[in-house]
């Protein structure tokens, strides 16, 4: 017969949510030195040490009954500690109401391993329950054969039963979860919808073996809203099937539509200065062409595609030294007309005359060049034009 005093033995109890012990069982009461039935209506600080307290009443805000397996210290008559591995299962007594079932063993062997596990397990679920950043994990109930045509891997990935594993508190609230909804138990297909967008997602992690940071998807929203998304996933690959992948999600659509205003904004920019009469050109200080509008390349007859190799020197016979014309536009006083300097342009079948304005700008903090182009009648005379431009090394004018 099992000696009851051995501390080997089976230890049951029933916690009352109020604190309280509703009963305790003789093999209980004896490793702790009690008289038989001493437990039963007293505080749980009567067996239960504060930190084996707290961890009790955390069952009762569980997301499930149970069980859980917990590590706990009881209290013996005498003050000794007795470390033990519970089973903890929540339930509704008639009279009682919400109660704890707590069976108890000493501490060690499998059992104490798996406890371990268990919190463990509670204590990377509180981390990523605590993270601001939306975190995930997507398993299906039956694995991707990732051995299939790309297509087909595609198909499996929407239609092999994908659930939620886990998915913390953000995930919910990047989504709108309807109030009292358990983002867990929602299916997938709700907010990851198979779509155009959606299956050019899971073929880019396909293509990179489902390792990958910063890749766009677009998303539904249980408002009805759709956002862009930006994921950084990885996956479980064990032979050749995909068992889960996992990863954290964020909200980009602000950024996105951003972007898209800019965009638009660019272009427009882009077309009023292709549009301009005038040639216009942008050189550094090192008279590198940096960019030129579509009358530059016409007046100049350059290929953009040639802008790297090409020096501003290379087109444009200058009357002064680019250095000067930058000091000048340099002093430029606001609301003044800028200064307009006669140039030679080197057009290999004939040379054309035209006069340059120049106004400095920064960009990405390299200072440049502003050149406005316009071309000028009439012949070019022999040297008349550019010996003229020596009233203009006076700065200002």
Known sequence: MTDPTRPETEMIDILSRDGRIVSACAAQEAVLGLVPGAAAGEAWS???????????????????????????????????????????????????????????????????????????????????????????????????????????????????????????????????????????????HETFPRSPENEDFVRRLIRASFDVNASPSRDLRYDGVFIEVENDVRGHIRGNFLYRMWGTVRDVSKHARRAAVLREEIDTLEAILDALPDSVLVVDRDARILRINTSAEELLDLNPDLLPARSIDDLIELPVPLTEIFAVAGDHLPGHPSGLYPVLLRNPDRPIRAELAARCVALRETECLVLSLRARLGPVSQGGDLASVTSLRARGQ
């Open 46 to 188: 009567a067996i239960y040490p504060l930190a084996s307290r707290k961890r009790l009443e955390g069952v009762f805000t569980e997301t499930t009954v149970g069980p859980h397996v917990v590590t706990l210290e009881m209290r013996a008559s005498d003050g000794a500690r007795i470390g033990v591995t519970a089973i903890v299962t929540r339930f509704t007594d008639p009279e009682q109401g919400l109660c704890l079932r707590t069976v108890k063993w000493p501490a060690g062997g499998a059992l104490r391993e798996v406890a371990t596990l268990a919190e463990e397990k509670e204590i990377l679920e509180s981390i990523l329950a605590a993270s601001d950043d939306a975190g995930w994990c997507m398993e299906w109930d039956e694995p991707v054969d990732l051995s299939a045509p790309e297509q087909e891997i595609i198909r499996q990935v929407f239609e092999n039963g994908p659930h939620w594993r886990f998915c913390n508190d953000a995930m919910a609230r990047l989504y709108r979860t309807p109030e009292g909804k358990n983002f867990n138990a929602l299916p997938v």
